[in-house]
């Protein structure tokens, strides 16, 4: 019985080191150096990624964050942040706006619409696990930033033309 369960421990454990590849990166910068995307550094553990998909380009920012201080490392995850449509300093943004930032969110599988307080304007926010990050999933979360931003800045345009 002994015998059984080291063997089970054994296999468990040689399973899980020949899995380790196929699980993310301890930090954001080093899966973006084996992603091999061209980045720039904005801040301490902030960066800029430029996607260009048709013509049309978009630029995402990427950061680490956890629920709580004192977090777990293994509980961090990526946030991105795509700036979508600007609106005036000191525009005050209408209900109606307001209501279909609120429809689209409720209609969202993944990330969310925001207004930045200080700004005003919309961005896109989505977030996935760091531990499980791999270059393909940060290539699918880049992706579908930029494709909703082409999309809701389509959308939203039309209350920014009706200032």
């Known amino acids: 019985m002994a015998k059984n369960k080291i063997f089970l421990l054994l296999m468990l454990f040689t399973l899980s080191v020949s899995l380790s590849p196929l699980y993310g990166q301890t930090t954001l910068k080093a899966l973006l150096k084996k992603s091999k995307l061209e980045y720039t550094t904005v801040d301490e553990g902030v960066y800029k990624v430029y996607i260009t998909i048709n013509g049309e380009t978009s630029a995402i920012f990427l950061t680490t964050g956890n629920f709580y201080e004192g977090a ?14 600007s609106f005036p300093k000191n525009y005050q943004h209408p209900p109606s706006l307001l209501m279909k930032i609120c429809t689209i969110n409720s209609e969202l599988n993944f990330g969310r619409l925001a207004i930045n307080e200080s700004s005003g304007d919309v961005l896109y926010i989505s977030s996935f696990w760091l531990k499980t990050a791999t270059t393909e999933i940060l290539s699918n979360e880049l992706t579908l930033a930029h494709e909703y931003r082409l999309k809701f800045k389509e959308i939203l345009s039309k209350y920014k033309d009706n200032e």
Do not use: E, T
């Not at 777990?72 to 449509?85: F, M, R």
């Open 72 to 85: 777990k490392a293994d509980i961090a995850h990526i946030i991105l942040l795509v700036p979508v449509i």
